[in-house]
């Protein structure tokens, strides 16, 4: 199973900085957080025989901006870790919003 060192480390063409779960004091837009959002096992002779970790990557920005989000996608593609997306506007923080959701 890949560390979070190791994500990291593959996110850092990107650009921007990265942290776990969220920052105390946010950086200036643009900046990924990612985060541990469920195990996915595999079941095999009635135990669990391995799993991998769901992770979400998130990408916040002032405006909308596809280039971002082609950065992640080619660090992703780069390293062989598929993907889906998706998109939103959190208006309560004035920020523009792409999920990245990976399994490792």
Same mark, same amino acid.
């Given at each position: 199973?890949?560390?979070?060192?190791?994500?990291?480390?593959?996110?850092?063409?990107?650009?921007?900085?990265?942290?776990?779960?969220?920052?105390?004091?946010?950086?200036?837009?643009?900046?990924? !957080? #990612?985060?541990?959002? *469920? /195990?996915?096992?595999?079941?095999?002779?009635? $135990?669990?025989?391995?799993?991998? =970790?769901? &992770?979400?990557?998130? !990408? #916040?920005?002032?405006? *909308? /901006?596809?280039?971002?989000?082609?950065?992640? $996608?080619?660090?992703?593609?780069? =390293?062989? &870790?598929?993907?889906?997306?998706?998109?939103?506007?959190?208006?309560?923080?004035?920020?523009?919003?792409?999920?990245?959701?990976?399994?490792?």
């Amino acid at each position: 199973m890949m560390t979070f060192a190791e994500l990291v480390a593959i996110l850092e063409p990107t650009g921007f900085p990265w942290t776990y779960h969220h920052w105390d004091t946010p950086p200036p837009p643009p900046y990924g !957080v #990612y985060l541990s959002v *469920r /195990d996915n096992p595999f079941f095999a002779d009635n $135990r669990t025989y391995t799993f991998s =970790a769901g &992770i979400r990557l998130e !990408v #916040y920005s002032l405006e *909308r /901006d596809t280039s971002l989000d082609d950065k992640v $996608r080619a660090a992703l593609d780069a =390293a062989e &870790i598929p993907y889906d997306t998706d998109y939103t506007f959190l208006e309560s923080e004035g920020l523009y919003e792409s999920i990245f959701e990976i399994e490792v």
